[in-house]
Every structure is written in C-alpha cells, then in structure tokens.
C-alpha cells in the first residue's frame, strides 16, 4: 500500500496577508478527500472535507452565497 503525503498550496488569489488557507487537491483522487488548514499554523490540525463537499463549497463561494 502506497501512502501519499499532502501537497500543500495557497490559492494564487493569496496576498500572503496572513489570513490564508492551504489545500492538498491532490489527496482528491487517491482517497476522495481535500485537507485544508491554516497557513499560518501547518503544523496544526487540518478540517478533511469529502471531495463532493468541497467542491459545493467553492461552487458556493463562486455564487457569492458564502
């Protein structure tokens, strides 16, 4: 079995302000999942969003309900 580690990156929407999330997209295929979690704290907890989930979250932000 092969283990595949987060590969982390902010959105280039960033302007390293400080108040920034990173993703790790490329869990997508392998497990389904998206890890996200503060850029200003990697080495603490990240939020594991189902695949599906996190897409209706952007499409919701996209929309500008959010």
Known sequence: ???????WFKSSYSSNGGQ??????????PSGVVPVRDSKNPEGPA??????GWSSFVDA?????L
């Not at 079995?1 to 590969?7: A, F, G, I, L």
């Not at 939020?47 to 599906?52: A, H, K, P, R």
């Open 1 to 7: 079995m092969t283990t595949v580690s987060p590969r």
């Open 20 to 29: 920034c999330v990173e993703v790790a997209a490329n869990l997508v295929s």
């Open 61 to 65: 932000v996209k929309r500008g309900e």
């Open 47 to 52: 939020l594991v969003f189902s695949s599906d």
